[in-house]
């Protein structure tokens, strides 16, 4: 709030929040996904669903928005032009693959963008229909989430089914998700530090169930623990920022660190 009101950086008094990276509380406040909703699936809101689906997980899979700009939406999948793209555009390097999160290449050995391009998003593009009459007739991201966990690079913790479907949860696919506050998959990172709230040992494996009723928990809370000038949470934010929380915890008690180190912009600097 104190950056998009123009005041001068640091924008916090602790030291762990200036000095590297972290999520906004929203994902929605991202600079990604800000550029998303603008240029991808805002002007695209009447496009058939299943190719929604499909572009948002185009988005999510190469996680930048300068290659997401240089593809343009898809409404015709040609996965070996966008593997040609993605080779030119490294072969000058410029951005393709987000360094946000793990992209699974499935074991393939080549480039990464071949796995991706015909080993997860191929099979996707063929099966959007279906999604989509799933999404259409039960207004549900879980059942929506299931059927996607059956496909390549979409399994596992279900990460992945979780980034690509919070974005079509902000289209007409799924805008009105009977189960948008009552159901969300919890990737590593909101795991770890579930375990942390709730004085687990940091690797414990929890069953699946008990990480939904510990998030719609603290879910529960954030409505009379959160100050007045907080926006409205979202269940999905309370998982999102577990994962953040998580990344705080390494650094204050010396686990290690994140990677990423927050970079202000100088205008920041010299407001």
């Known amino acids: 709030m104190a950056k998009e009101a123009g005041n ?6 602790d030291p762990i929040l200036n000095e590297y990276k972290f999520t906004n509380v929203k994902r929605e406040d991202d600079r990604t996904t800000r550029w998303m909703r603008t240029n991808w699936t805002g002007p695209h809101g009447n496009r058939p ?3 929604i689906i499909f572009n948002c997980a185009v988005f999510r899979y ?4 300068e290659f997401a ?3 343009g939406w898809q409404d015709d999948w040609q996965p070996e032009a966008c593997i040609e793209l993605a080779r030119e555009r490294a072969s000058h390097g410029e951005k393709v693959f987000t360094g946000a999160y793990i992209i699974p290449t499935l074991g393939h ?3 990464k963008a071949e796995a991706v391009a015909r080993l997860i998003l191929t099979p996707l593009w063929a099966d959007r229909d279906r999604l989509a009459g ?3 007739s039960t207004q549900s991201w879980k059942a929506v989430a299931m059927a996607m966990r059956g496909l ?3 399994g596992g913790t279900g990460f992945m089914v979780k980034e690509v479907l919070q974005d079509v949860i902000q289209t007409p696919v799924l805008a009105c998700a009977v189960d948008r506050n009552a159901w969300c998959p919890a990737g590593p990172g909101a795991r770890r530090g579930l375990n942390r709230i709730y004085q687990r040992p940091l690797k414990q494996t929890v069953r699946d169930e008990e990480l939904l009723k510990e998030m719609v928990e603290l879910f529960e809370q954030s409505h009379a623990a959160l ?3 907080m926006p409205q949470l979202e269940l999905h934010d309370i998982q999102f920022q577990l994962c953040e929380y998580d990344k705080y915890e390494r650094v204050r008690l010396g686990q290690g660190r994140p990677k990423a180190r927050y970079k202000p912009s100088i205008q920041g600097l010299l407001l």
Not at 8 to 13: G, K, L, M
Request: proline fraction near 18%.
């Open 8 to 13: 001068p950086w640091p924008w916090s008094n």
């Open 49 to 51: 669903a299943g190719e």
């Open 62 to 65: 190469f996680g930048t928005t």
């Open 69 to 71: 700009g240089a593809l």
């Open 109 to 111: 050995r080549g480039p």
């Open 134 to 136: 799933i999404a259409s």
């Open 152 to 154: 390549p690079g979409f």
């Open 227 to 229: 100050p007045e000038f």
